[in-house]
């Protein structure tokens, strides 16, 4: 999402980086995340917000408890979030794309 970030929003990976380490909320995982869904609810509104943030959020949650959980990934859990990323992505590139 950073690259999404410099491609769309031309903001330079210096200038993302300087962000992230003033950020009080964390780091890069967490900057880019609040500031996609802050230019979500911007340019379309609560719904859309509601949406996007919690796809992002269902994603990260999988990707940690794949990372540092001892479960099972199933093939249903595995295309949920696969079907999410896809869905992220086509909507940054439906809505930001300049």
Do not use: C, W
């Amino acid at each position: 999402m950073k690259f999404t970030m410099k491609s769309f929003f031309g903001i330079s990976y210096d200038e993302l980086n300087k962000d992230v380490s003033v950020n009080p909320k964390g780091g890069t995982h967490s900057y880019v995340t609040h500031f996609f869904n802050n230019e979500v609810k911007k340019k379309n509104g609560y719904s859309d917000y509601s949406d996007f943030s919690r796809k992002i959020k269902d994603l990260k949650e999988f990707r940690e408890s794949s990372d540092y959980d001892d479960i099972q990934i199933t093939s249903d859990k595995s295309s949920k979030a696969l079907q999410y990323a896809t869905e992220i992505r086509y909507y940054i590139q439906k809505n930001f794309k300049k």
